[in-house]
């Protein structure tokens, strides 16, 4: 029942990303429905660190969140990875890089990719 919590926020926020919002209010929206997403939807964005997903506190889909907060448009490429002694969501939003703290959430900072 967790993972298809997670498929339904996963969908929800790529759906709001696409339509130009930044997906907090539809992930919440969606967060107590446990009905299966669309067949073919990709349940997640994480390209490197999947190793590493047992130690983050927060799941990718509040990762997605709070980068979001920090940058504006489209998702692309998610890594989990140590940054300064820390383990983070690496999460490209638009043209920014967003780390975002695998402990709390907290964005940790954000630059703008070339």
């Known amino acids: 029942m967790h993972h298809n919590h997670r498929r339904v926020v996963g969908v929800a926020l790529g759906c709001a990303a696409l339509a130009g919002g930044t997906g907090v209010g539809l992930a919440a929206a969606s967060s107590s429905h446990?009905?299966?997403?669309?067949?073919?939807?990709?349940?997640?964005?994480?390209?490197?660190?999947?190793?590493?997903?047992?130690?983050?506190?927060?799941?990718?889909?509040?990762?997605?969140?709070?980068?979001?907060?920090?940058?504006?448009?489209?998702?692309?490429?998610?890594?989990?990875?140590?940054?300064?002694?820390?383990?983070?969501?690496?999460?490209?939003?638009?043209r920014a890089d967003v780390k975002v703290d695998a402990a709390d959430g907290s964005v940790l900072g954000s630059s703008e990719d070339d």
């Not at 890594?79 to 939003?93: A, C, F, I, P, T």
């Open 34 to 94: 446990t009905h299966k997403a669309a067949a073919g939807a990709p349940a997640s964005r994480l390209d490197d660190g999947k190793a590493l997903l047992p130690q983050s506190a927060i799941t990718e889909q509040q990762a997605l969140a709070a980068a979001h907060q920090a940058a504006s448009g489209a998702f692309n490429e998610v890594d989990l990875e140590h940054y300064q002694g820390r383990l983070v969501w690496n999460v490209d939003v638009g």
